[in-house]
C-alpha cells in the first residue's frame, strides 16, 4: 500500500470528525470512513457497551434542569400543575399520581418526594401535621 495515500486517507477522515466529540460514535465514524477512503468498504461496527447502570441517576441533567422522565418528574408535574398549593401527604400524592394513570405504593413515594424537599431548587416543603392522633409529612409548595 502506497504510504502517502494511506497519510492522505488518515488526514481527510480525521478532518471529517474533528469536530465531533470523543467517544465510540467519534472512533466507529473515523473508522468507517478510513476504510472507505481506502478503497475497503466499511470498517466492523464494535459491539455496543450493554446498558449497565454504574452511578445512581440524578434527579436533574447536566444542565441542572429537572430530567423528565420517571417518578420525579411526575412528582415535578404535579408541582407545575398546583397541587401542591395545599399540603398534601403521601397518600394525597399516590392517588393524584393513580388518576393520572401511574401508579405507584406509598413507600416509593417518600424518597422522590424527600429529593424534591431537599433539592437546591426548594419545589417542595415539608411540615409536620397531627391528624387523628398521629403526626404526618405534608408536603407544599413555597
Same mark, same amino acid.
Not at 492522505?8 to 480525521?14: G, L, M, N, Q
Not at 412528582?75 to 393520572?100: H, M, N, T, Y
Given at each position: 500500500?502506497?504510504?502517502?495515500?494511506? !497519510?492522505?486517507?488518515?488526514?481527510?477522515?480525521?478532518?471529517?470528525? +474533528?469536530?465531533?466529540?470523543?467517544?465510540?460514535?467519534?472512533?466507529?465514524?473515523?473508522? =468507517? !470512513?478510513?476504510?472507505?477512503?481506502?478503497?475497503?468498504?466499511?470498517?466492523?461496527?464494535?459491539?455496543?457497551?450493554?446498558?449497565?447502570?454504574? +452511578?445512581?441517576?440524578?434527579?436533574?441533567? +447536566?444542565?441542572?434542569?429537572?430530567?423528565?422522565?420517571? =417518578?420525579?418528574?411526575?412528582?415535578?408535574?404535579?408541582?407545575?400543575?398546583?397541587?401542591?398549593?395545599?399540603?398534601?401527604?403521601?397518600?394525597? !400524592?399516590?392517588?393524584?399520581?393513580?388518576?393520572?394513570?401511574?401508579?405507584?405504593?406509598?413507600?416509593?413515594?417518600? =424518597?422522590?418526594?424527600?429529593?424534591?424537599?431537599?433539592?437546591?431548587? +426548594?419545589?417542595?416543603?415539608? =411540615?409536620? !401535621?397531627?391528624?387523628?392522633?398521629?403526626?404526618?409529612?405534608?408536603?407544599?409548595?413555597?
Amino acid at each position: 500500500m502506497d504510504v502517502d495515500r494511506l !497519510i492522505r486517507a488518515r488526514r481527510e477522515a480525521e478532518a471529517a470528525v +474533528k469536530d465531533m466529540p470523543e467517544g465510540d460514535l467519534k472512533n466507529t465514524a473515523f473508522a =468507517t !470512513i478510513l476504510a472507505h477512503r481506502l478503497g475497503q468498504g466499511t470498517a466492523p461496527v464494535p459491539p455496543s457497551p450493554s446498558p449497565t447502570r454504574t +452511578k445512581a441517576r440524578s434527579a436533574t441533567n +447536566k444542565a441542572g434542569a429537572p430530567r423528565r422522565e420517571g =417518578t420525579t418528574a411526575r412528582l415535578l408535574r404535579l408541582v407545575e400543575e398546583g397541587f401542591f398549593a395545599q399540603p398534601r401527604s403521601l397518600a394525597d !400524592i399516590k392517588a393524584a399520581l393513580a388518576e393520572r394513570g401511574w401508579h405507584y405504593q406509598v413507600e416509593s413515594l417518600g =424518597t422522590p418526594v424527600t429529593r424534591l424537599v431537599q433539592s437546591k431548587h +426548594k419545589y417542595l416543603r415539608r =411540615t409536620q !401535621i397531627a391528624e387523628g392522633g398521629k403526626k404526618i409529612w405534608k408536603y407544599s409548595n413555597y
